[in-house]
């Protein structure tokens, strides 16, 4: 298949496009800059140059492939909801030159905030609907999109998304510890984080794409959940810092603008996902990932 796929030099994109590439898709990498575009042809991918807000470089390419793998996002916390209602602009654009198609549009989502305190799994719907919820609400309305001939897949990536390289919530969690001195944890540091490496993030999302009528909800979760406190240890262990509690009501001063999400408990479970699509995770767990020098060389270099 021609595969048109945006965030094609991210994190999680750049791996989706080697699964692809290697898998003999001809695919086609939406970069908004020089280095991005490099970065897509060096994995063997096309490159079209745009980004989130030029919808008409994203209809007319979303247009001309057999499949849409829609991963970018403009993650500004400055100002979430524009990142929301960019999102929405930009699901509306997939699914109206989409229409009647009977092409896939997998696109990125996630477990968290769904409902902290249980496990979550694929048959939970999202809570968030309409274009001023997170991500524009853009699930619920992808998912609605069967009707019109449409073959959407919702790809829900654990929280953490980890590996050699990552410059997620891991990482600032390991910048927070070492601007601080302290890797701490929320309360008794009983939260639960799922995670999934990098490398099995790239492969579901390979194996979501030849089956997206097996599963409309997929979970990239490898570990249901591990505990805060796990996390804090082994980013104290690698930081050589102290471990420590926050008060709950002491987080946002601590951490910043993650203290709001790390102090969560939001397991989820990827059973139905392993059923549906024959996914087993083999990559590193987190602990095993922040137990190697990587977070915390980068954060050395970074601080110096």
Do not use: N
Not at 3 to 17: C, H, K, L, N, Q
Not at 178 to 203: F, I, K, L, N
């Amino acid at each position: 298949m021609r595969v048109f796929v945006t965030g094609a030099s991210g994190w999680i994109g750049s791996a989706v496009v080697s699964e692809l590439v290697a898998g003999g898709h001809e695919v086609v990498g939406l970069a908004r800059s020089d280095r991005s575009a490099e970065a897509v042809r060096s994995a063997g991918a096309e490159t079209v140059r745009g980004d989130l807000d030029t919808l008409d470089v994203l209809a007319s390419t979303a247009a001309s492939s057999d499949a849409v793998v829609h991963l970018a996002f403009k993650h500004d916390f400055s100002d979430y909801a524009a990142s929301g209602r960019t999102e929405r602009a930009v699901m509306e654009t997939f699914l109206d030159v989409l229409d009647g198609s009977g092409k896939p549009l997998l696109f990125a989502s996630g477990v968290a905030l769904i409902s902290p305190g249980r496990v979550v799994t694929e048959e939970d719907g999202s809570p968030f609907s309409g274009p001023d919820a997170p991500r524009g609400g853009v699930e619920p309305l992808a998912l609605g999109a069967v009707d019109r001939g449409i073959r959407p897949v919702a790809l829900r990536f654990a929280p953490t998304v980890h590996g050699d390289g990552d410059h997620g919530f891991m990482a600032e969690l390991v910048r927070v510890a070492r601007a601080t001195g302290v890797a701490g944890y929320v309360g008794d540091g009983s939260g639960r984080w799922p995670a999934v490496h990098r490398s099995d993030a790239g492969r579901l999302v390979a194996l979501a794409l030849a089956q997206p009528d097996a599963a409309r909800v997929v979970h990239a979760v490898a570990e249901e959940g591990v505990p805060s406190r796990a996390i804090a240890e082994a980013i104290g262990r690698g930081a050589d810092v102290p471990v420590a509690s926050i008060d709950p009501a002491e987080v946002e001063s601590h951490f910043g603008w993650i203290g709001a999400f790390f102090g969560l408990d939001i397991p989820a479970s990827s059973a139905l996902t392993r059923q549906r699509l024959g996914w087993e995770p083999v990559g590193p767990t987190l602990l095993e990932d922040l137990a190697t020098p990587s977070y915390f060389e980068r954060a050395a270099a970074a601080a110096r």
